[in-house]
T-cell receptor, first 112, second 114 residues
Framework: AQSVTQPDIHITVSEGASLELRCNYS??????LFWYVQSPGQGLQLLLK??????LVQGIKGFEAEFKRSQSSFNLRKPSVHWSDAAEYFC??????????FGTGTLLAVQP | ETGVTQSPTHLIKTRGQQVTLRCSSQ?????VSWYQQALGQGPQFIFQ???????GRGNFPPRFSGLQFPNYSSELNVNALELDDSALYLC?????????????FGPGTRLTVL
Protein backbone atom coordinates (compact mmCIF):
# COMPACT_ATOMS: atom_id res chain seq x y z
CA ALA A 1 0.00 0.00 0.00
CA GLN A 2 1.14 3.52 -0.67
CA SER A 3 2.15 5.41 2.43
CA VAL A 4 4.30 8.21 3.79
CA THR A 5 6.09 8.14 7.12
CA GLN A 6 7.43 11.16 8.93
CA PRO A 7 9.28 9.71 11.92
CA ASP A 8 9.67 12.96 13.83
CA ILE A 9 6.46 14.34 15.31
CA HIS A 10 8.09 17.40 16.83
CA ILE A 11 11.50 19.04 16.29
CA THR A 12 13.01 22.08 17.97
CA VAL A 13 15.97 23.92 16.47
CA SER A 14 17.72 27.15 17.29
CA GLU A 15 17.41 30.07 14.94
CA GLY A 16 20.29 29.98 12.46
CA ALA A 17 20.85 26.26 12.88
CA SER A 18 20.47 23.79 10.05
CA LEU A 19 17.36 21.67 9.65
CA GLU A 20 16.56 18.25 8.22
CA LEU A 21 13.06 16.78 8.28
CA ARG A 22 12.76 13.13 7.42
CA CYS A 23 10.29 11.53 5.05
CA ASN A 24 10.05 7.91 3.90
CA TYR A 25 7.57 6.71 1.33
CA SER A 26 6.21 3.43 0.10
CA UNK A 27 5.18 3.43 -3.55
CA UNK A 28 5.71 0.85 -6.27
CA UNK A 29 6.36 3.08 -9.24
CA UNK A 30 8.43 6.23 -9.64
CA UNK A 31 6.91 8.55 -7.07
CA UNK A 32 5.82 12.13 -7.41
CA LEU A 33 6.84 13.67 -4.07
CA PHE A 34 5.92 16.92 -2.37
CA TRP A 35 6.65 18.94 0.73
CA TYR A 36 3.99 21.31 2.03
CA VAL A 37 4.07 23.71 4.98
CA GLN A 38 1.08 24.65 7.14
CA SER A 39 1.08 27.63 9.48
CA PRO A 40 -1.48 27.68 12.32
CA GLY A 41 -5.01 28.11 11.00
CA GLN A 42 -3.80 28.16 7.41
CA GLY A 43 -4.02 25.91 4.40
CA LEU A 44 -1.07 24.10 2.89
CA GLN A 45 1.60 25.90 0.90
CA LEU A 46 3.80 23.98 -1.53
CA LEU A 47 7.51 24.20 -0.71
CA LEU A 48 8.85 21.96 -3.46
CA LYS A 49 8.13 18.89 -5.54
CA UNK A 50 10.02 16.06 -7.24
CA UNK A 51 8.78 14.44 -10.42
CA UNK A 52 11.93 13.25 -12.20
CA UNK A 53 15.44 14.28 -13.14
CA UNK A 54 17.85 15.88 -10.70
CA UNK A 55 17.37 14.24 -7.31
CA LEU A 56 18.18 17.48 -5.45
CA VAL A 57 15.22 19.80 -5.68
CA GLN A 58 15.21 23.47 -4.77
CA GLY A 59 12.11 25.09 -3.36
CA ILE A 60 10.87 28.33 -1.94
CA LYS A 61 12.05 30.01 1.26
CA GLY A 62 15.52 28.45 0.93
CA PHE A 63 14.38 24.85 1.32
CA GLU A 64 15.70 21.90 -0.64
CA ALA A 65 14.99 18.18 -0.65
CA GLU A 66 16.87 15.15 -1.89
CA PHE A 67 15.21 12.11 -3.42
CA LYS A 68 17.01 8.85 -2.60
CA ARG A 69 15.36 5.91 -4.31
CA SER A 70 17.56 3.33 -2.56
CA GLN A 71 16.38 4.60 0.83
CA SER A 72 12.82 5.48 -0.24
CA SER A 73 13.43 8.88 1.30
CA PHE A 74 12.74 12.49 0.44
CA ASN A 75 14.22 14.55 3.27
CA LEU A 76 13.73 18.29 3.52
CA ARG A 77 16.65 20.52 4.44
CA LYS A 78 17.42 24.14 5.15
CA PRO A 79 20.91 25.41 5.98
CA SER A 80 19.81 28.20 8.34
CA VAL A 81 16.42 28.29 10.00
CA HIS A 82 14.53 31.55 10.61
CA TRP A 83 11.95 32.09 13.35
CA SER A 84 9.29 32.44 10.64
CA ASP A 85 9.90 28.81 9.60
CA ALA A 86 8.06 27.58 12.69
CA ALA A 87 5.12 25.62 11.30
CA GLU A 88 4.00 22.09 10.53
CA TYR A 89 5.59 20.34 7.57
CA PHE A 90 3.95 17.59 5.54
CA CYS A 91 5.53 15.21 3.09
CA UNK A 92 3.22 13.72 0.46
CA UNK A 93 3.30 11.29 -2.44
CA UNK A 94 0.89 11.27 -5.36
CA UNK A 95 -0.85 7.89 -5.24
CA UNK A 96 -3.44 6.00 -7.21
CA UNK A 97 -7.01 7.34 -7.66
CA UNK A 98 -5.64 10.86 -8.11
CA UNK A 99 -4.94 11.52 -4.48
CA UNK A 100 -2.14 12.98 -2.46
CA UNK A 101 -1.12 10.73 0.42
CA PHE A 102 0.23 12.74 3.34
CA GLY A 103 2.39 11.87 6.28
CA THR A 104 1.30 12.80 9.78
CA GLY A 105 3.46 15.89 9.77
CA THR A 106 6.43 17.26 11.70
CA LEU A 107 5.87 20.26 13.93
CA LEU A 108 8.88 22.58 13.87
CA ALA A 109 9.60 24.94 16.74
CA VAL A 110 12.35 27.55 16.43
CA GLN A 111 13.95 28.91 19.56
CA PRO A 112 15.81 32.23 19.63
CA GLU B 1 -4.72 35.83 -10.00
CA THR B 2 -7.17 34.76 -7.28
CA GLY B 3 -6.15 31.81 -5.16
CA VAL B 4 -8.34 29.05 -3.79
CA THR B 5 -11.02 30.32 -1.44
CA GLN B 6 -13.30 28.41 0.92
CA SER B 7 -16.41 29.28 2.87
CA PRO B 8 -17.34 29.41 5.60
CA THR B 9 -14.21 29.73 7.72
CA HIS B 10 -15.74 28.07 10.75
CA LEU B 11 -18.90 26.09 11.28
CA ILE B 12 -20.55 24.45 14.26
CA LYS B 13 -23.15 21.73 13.77
CA THR B 14 -24.80 19.08 15.90
CA ARG B 15 -24.79 15.34 15.39
CA GLY B 16 -27.17 14.17 12.68
CA GLN B 17 -27.28 17.47 10.84
CA GLN B 18 -26.14 18.07 7.30
CA VAL B 19 -23.48 20.54 6.16
CA THR B 20 -22.34 22.07 2.86
CA LEU B 21 -18.86 23.48 2.43
CA ARG B 22 -17.86 25.57 -0.58
CA CYS B 23 -14.69 26.05 -2.58
CA SER B 24 -13.74 28.36 -5.42
CA SER B 25 -10.89 27.10 -7.54
CA GLN B 26 -7.93 29.10 -8.67
CA UNK B 27 -8.52 30.79 -11.99
CA UNK B 28 -7.92 28.42 -14.93
CA UNK B 29 -8.10 25.25 -12.84
CA UNK B 30 -10.64 22.58 -13.76
CA UNK B 31 -9.88 20.03 -11.04
CA VAL B 32 -10.72 20.19 -7.35
CA SER B 33 -9.83 17.76 -4.58
CA TRP B 34 -11.19 17.66 -1.03
CA TYR B 35 -9.30 16.53 2.04
CA GLN B 36 -10.19 16.03 5.70
CA GLN B 37 -7.57 16.93 8.28
CA ALA B 38 -8.32 15.76 11.80
CA LEU B 39 -6.47 17.40 14.68
CA GLY B 40 -2.85 16.29 14.77
CA GLN B 41 -3.10 14.34 11.52
CA GLY B 42 -2.17 14.81 7.91
CA PRO B 43 -4.88 15.52 5.36
CA GLN B 44 -6.88 12.50 4.15
CA PHE B 45 -8.18 12.41 0.57
CA ILE B 46 -11.97 12.44 0.27
CA PHE B 47 -12.52 12.76 -3.50
CA GLN B 48 -11.55 14.64 -6.62
CA UNK B 49 -13.68 16.23 -9.34
CA UNK B 50 -12.48 16.86 -12.88
CA UNK B 51 -14.75 18.79 -15.25
CA UNK B 52 -17.80 18.13 -13.08
CA UNK B 53 -17.24 14.35 -12.81
CA UNK B 54 -15.91 12.44 -9.81
CA UNK B 55 -12.39 11.38 -10.68
CA GLY B 56 -11.23 9.38 -7.68
CA ARG B 57 -12.46 8.72 -4.18
CA GLY B 58 -10.82 7.93 -0.89
CA ASN B 59 -12.02 5.71 1.93
CA PHE B 60 -14.99 7.81 3.04
CA PRO B 61 -18.62 6.68 3.35
CA PRO B 62 -21.31 7.72 0.84
CA ARG B 63 -22.67 10.36 3.22
CA PHE B 64 -19.70 12.42 2.00
CA SER B 65 -20.68 13.68 -1.44
CA GLY B 66 -19.61 16.43 -3.75
CA LEU B 67 -20.45 18.56 -6.72
CA GLN B 68 -18.44 20.56 -9.18
CA PHE B 69 -20.11 23.32 -11.14
CA PRO B 70 -19.49 24.56 -14.71
CA ASN B 71 -17.39 27.42 -13.34
CA TYR B 72 -15.33 24.73 -11.52
CA SER B 73 -16.34 25.83 -8.06
CA SER B 74 -17.20 22.93 -5.80
CA GLU B 75 -19.24 21.80 -2.81
CA LEU B 76 -18.63 19.14 -0.21
CA ASN B 77 -21.78 17.82 1.44
CA VAL B 78 -21.78 15.70 4.56
CA ASN B 79 -25.02 14.10 5.76
CA ALA B 80 -25.83 12.63 9.16
CA LEU B 81 -22.90 14.33 10.86
CA GLU B 82 -20.94 12.36 13.43
CA LEU B 83 -18.65 13.65 16.17
CA ASP B 84 -15.63 12.25 14.29
CA ASP B 85 -16.42 14.49 11.33
CA SER B 86 -14.99 17.40 13.34
CA ALA B 87 -11.95 18.45 11.34
CA LEU B 88 -10.42 21.01 9.01
CA TYR B 89 -11.72 20.48 5.50
CA LEU B 90 -9.36 21.55 2.76
CA CYS B 91 -9.98 21.91 -0.92
CA UNK B 92 -7.26 22.06 -3.51
CA UNK B 93 -7.43 22.99 -7.15
CA UNK B 94 -5.12 21.97 -9.97
CA UNK B 95 -4.93 22.81 -13.66
CA UNK B 96 -5.90 19.50 -15.24
CA UNK B 97 -6.18 16.58 -12.84
CA UNK B 98 -2.89 15.12 -14.00
CA UNK B 99 -0.69 13.55 -11.37
CA UNK B 100 2.03 15.88 -12.58
CA UNK B 101 -0.01 18.88 -11.45
CA UNK B 102 0.57 20.79 -8.28
CA UNK B 103 -2.45 21.03 -6.03
CA UNK B 104 -3.04 24.50 -4.57
CA PHE B 105 -4.82 24.51 -1.25
CA GLY B 106 -7.34 26.88 0.22
CA PRO B 107 -7.29 27.99 3.88
CA GLY B 108 -9.84 25.40 4.93
CA THR B 109 -13.15 25.25 6.77
CA ARG B 110 -13.03 24.26 10.42
CA LEU B 111 -16.07 22.08 11.19
CA THR B 112 -17.02 21.31 14.76
CA VAL B 113 -19.71 18.69 15.42
CA LEU B 114 -21.27 18.74 18.89
Amino acid sequence: AQSVTQPDIHITVSEGASLELRCNYSYGATPYLFWYVQSPGQGLQLLLKYFSGDTLVQGIKGFEAEFKRSQSSFNLRKPSVHWSDAAEYFCAVYGATNKLIFGTGTLLAVQP
Amino acid sequence: ETGVTQSPTHLIKTRGQQVTLRCSSQSGHNTVSWYQQALGQGPQFIFQYYREEENGRGNFPPRFSGLQFPNYSSELNVNALELDDSALYLCASSPSGSEADTQYFGPGTRLTVL
